[in-house]
């Protein structure tokens, strides 16, 4: 067997290492690229990232402002449908139910309340005169006597609705007999708010069914102190400019304007119509 010399060892040896270290760097020299191109590839997703999340804040900036101009737009349709809603709901109401009357207003003689409902006998001081009332009027009616009867106080209807030609006869008997001293406690026809079928003429105990020392009772006392709860206001008060004081007559206004006028204290009479006017689309809430 030939014998192997130390050179050829020595050489030998030499060799693998070279080998080994050519492909250790090799090696090395790959993991080294990698590392580079993952780095690249990093710093692009970065980078992209970086875009994704500008654009991303924009779209949110954008879409928020789509939001809001939504609502914006979804508001004013409401509003448009709300004041549609009101000008519907005043097309259907009566314009003539809070008009000024007393010597300042004109109801022609045709007018007629748009539906008129029976006042029950019960409630009435001469139980042979029928009389009638508004038929929306009349909840907000019942429940002012029974509210008042709870606090032990009687109120009859003595008046309600008269008609231009019912008023028209009243007016021509109380000339006859107080001449134009009549003009300062009866309205001419189409004068009258009892035409409008919202007004009352109550009396109660202790003054014989008239009118006469009303102001005087415990029920003139509750009706000053709780109508307008009902939507009822005082007419002809102390120191009105239309008739003399009336304390028994009361006309329906609704209970927001009724309550204005109370809490207020003023009188229906005394209030600009437009103001008044801004009540009539409420009359019956």
Same mark, same amino acid.
């Given at each position: 067997? *030939? ?27 790959? %993991? ?14 970065? @980078? ?9 804040? /924009?779209?949110?900036? @954008?879409? %928020? ?19 549609? =809603? ?7 109401? @009566?314009?003539?139910?809070? /008009? ?5 207003? !004109? ?30 009027? +009349? ?6 006597? %029974? ?8 109120? +009859? ?13 009243? *007016? ?8 134009? =001293? ?5 309205? @001419? ?12 003429? !109550? ?18 006392? +509750? ?24 304390? +028994? ?11 204005? %006028? ?10 600009? /119509?437009? *103001? ?10």
């Amino acid at each position: 067997m *030939k014998k192997i010399t130390e050179k050829q060892i020595y050489t030998s040896v030499i060799g693998i290492l070279l080998i080994i270290i050519s492909g250790g760097a090799y090696y090395y020299s790959d %993991l080294y690229q990698k590392k580079i191109s993952l780095e690249l590839r990093v710093s692009e997703l970065e @980078d992209t990232l970086g875009i994704t999340e500008e654009n991303l804040s /924009q779209k949110e900036e @954008d879409l %928020l402002a789509e939001k809001e101009r939504v609502g914006s737009l979804a508001e004013e349709v409401q509003n448009i449908v709300g004041t549609v =809603g009101i000008l519907d709901k005043l097309s259907k109401t @009566d314009k003539e139910l809070l /008009q000024k009357y007393s010597k300042v207003y !004109f109801l022609n003689e045709h007018y007629v309340p748009s539906n008129l409902s029976s006042i029950p006998l019960v409630h009435l001081y001469n139980e042979s005169v029928a009389q009638q009332i508004h038929s929306r009027v +009349w909840p907000y009616l019942e429940d002012l006597i %029974l509210a008042a009867a709870d606090d032990g106080v009687t109120l +009859w209807i003595n008046s309600a609705y008269r008609s231009f030609g019912t008023q028209s006869t009243l *007016k021509a008997r109380y000339t006859t007999v107080y001449g134009s =001293g009549a003009n300062t406690f009866s309205a @001419d026809q189409g004068y009258s708010e009892h035409q409008l079928g919202t007004t009352i003429d !109550f009396t109660t105990k202790g003054i014989g069914g008239g009118v006469d020392g009303f102001e005087k009772t415990p029920a003139y006392t +509750w009706l000053l102190e709780n109508a307008y709860k009902y939507g009822f206001a005082l007419s002809y008060p102390e120191g009105n400019a239309y008739y003399v004081f009336e304390p +028994w007559h009361w006309r329906f206004v609704g209970q927001e304007l009724a309550t204005y %006028l109370h809490k207020t204290n003023k009188n229906f009479y005394d209030e600009d /119509q437009r *103001k008044i006017n801004e009540y009539l689309v409420k009359i019956f809430d």
